[in-house]
């Protein structure tokens, strides 16, 4: 009881401020969300378990210790689809999907793909603390993107409610919630002789501050006990000094700097990491060794993983790129996607620069996009195709936007004097 000759006792009242100033009286700084938001947040989840792969065998998680962070290098419906349905590998073999328990879209919203309660199967060979198999004792959050992409502020907001309610439904503290990149690790290979970090990328490029999220592991344990090797990078971007923090602005493109390892981690030798070589030509992981070898990939090639369609679709030919399963604007465009010169062709026949685009997922399946142009420039009775782009009409990154919807390149069109009014033209930038 507090009476009042208590509360003019100085000592008291310093007790109580040491207390508010030491945050053990008052709100939880850990706890950001109000009640009604998690409530909201909760009722808006989206019941993906319906569309769950069947085949998947679903086993009861006995502890859970780690909520493990995941960004799912696709957009949003084939990550949907591949975590619920499985991935279908090149050579035959395929997986019964299970691979996340939740999956958070580029706005936010948030997909529940199976119960919390069963395993999923998203963390693979992996290790934190002397613990291995992490998937058994471990959640799964799916962030639609790459890992060499930013993470939207949507997503921010919603992997904080979700990790919030998940903490207190499994009274986990902050140091419980790591990323995969974090914990997965690789057997000996080419680079390393001994068991090692860095077998993947994923979610290296989420900034723990941005979920709410506060104390973390200062070191690797793994790494600190020697059961495992550290790679470089990733040290330093979890362990480095603070405003050391590297790897938020590599590419998917190979340079003396970015490698093919620092890319895709262990899947670069996979059957479904691409590497699109500067020249045109299209390699899978697989086949670099005996074709190119790993020390001749030329420099800007592009790497794209999860690459499990046909390769037809990445085939350069020509300006023109089209947005397929498995290809978004961002794997095609980067951070031009949202450049006033990147212009998209929706399948709905209207054009959209990039500046009138939200995110790179919002495009369509078959959107069409051409990359650094400006227009269009209608080609009209008194102006010709001649008169807008000059000598360069015929040339190949010359676009031409037919009323048929047709896109074609400047040296792929016949017959100039049958080119329809009300064709548009579109000229490189640079020009
Ligand atoms: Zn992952």
Redesign the pocket.
């Known amino acids: 009881m507090i009476t009042s000759r208590m509360i003019q006792s100085k000592s008291f009242m310093l007790a109580i401020w040491l207390c508010l100033f030491l945050g053990l009286i008052g709100p939880d700084p850990a706890v950001a969300f109000s009640l009604a938001e998690r409530q909201r947040f909760q009722q808006a989840i989206v019941d993906y378990r319906p569309r769950l792969n069947p085949k998947y065998k679903k086993t009861k998680r006995k502890r859970t210790q780690y909520i493990?962070v995941?960004?799912?290098e696709l957009g949003l419906k084939t990550t949907l689809r591949v975590v619920s349905k499985g991935k279908n590998f090149r050579n035959g073999r395929r997986t019964h999907g299970g691979h996340t328990h939740y999956v958070i879209a580029r706005n936010g919203r948030t997909y529940r793909i199976m119960d919390k309660q069963w395993v999923a199967d998203?963390?693979g060979r992996s290790m934190w603390d002397g613990q291995t198999d992490l998937s058994r004792i471990s959640i799964g959050i799916?962030l639609v993107g790459y890992h060499y992409a930013p993470i939207t502020s949507e997503q921010y907001r919603s992997i904080g409610l979700l990790i919030d309610i998940l903490q207190q439904v499994y009274g986990l503290d902050d140091r419980a919630v790591l990323t995969?990149?974090q914990v997965?690790y690789g057997l000996p290979n080419r680079w390393h002789k001994r068991n090692h970090r860095g077998r993947?990328r994923?979610?290296k490029n989420f900034v723990r501050a941005k979920a709410g999220l506060g104390t973390t592991w200062r070191h690797d344990p793994d790494v600190r006990a020697k059961r495992l090797v550290a790679d470089a990078q990733l040290a330093k971007v979890y362990y480095g000094r603070r405003f050391g923090r590297r790897g938020l602005d590599e590419a998917n493109i190979i340079s003396k700097r970015n490698t093919a390892w620092l890319i895709a981690g262990e899947d670069f030798d996979s059957s479904t990491t691409v590497y699109q070589f500067p020249d045109g030509r299209l390699f899978t992981g697989d086949q670099i060794n005996k074709a190119v070898g790993w020390h001749r990939i030329p420099p800007k090639t592009v790497v794209q993983l999860n690459q499990t369609g046909s390769l037809d679709k990445l085939k350069k030919d020509g300006p023109v790129k089209t947005i397929a399963d498995g290809i978004t604007a961002w794997s095609l465009a980067g951070r031009s996607y949202n450049h006033r010169t990147t212009i998209y062709f929706l399948p709905s026949g209207r054009i959209k620069n990039g500046s009138m685009i939200s995110d790179w997922d919002d495009l369509p399946i078959k959107t069409r996009l051409i990359i650094g142009y400006k227009g269009p420039f209608p080609v009209r009775k008194d102006r010709s195709a001649y008169r807008i782009a000059g000598a360069k009409y015929k040339a190949t990154n010359t676009v031409y936007y037919l009323p048929s919807k047709q896109l074609l390149s400047g040296n792929q069109i016949e017959d100039f004097s049958r080119l329809q009014i009300g064709t548009l033209v579109f000229l490189p930038a640079t020009l």
Do not use: L
Request: charged letters at 15%; proline letters at 0%; glycine letters at 0%.
């Open positions: 493990i995941h960004t799912s998203h963390a799916e995969h990149s997965a993947k994923c979610a």
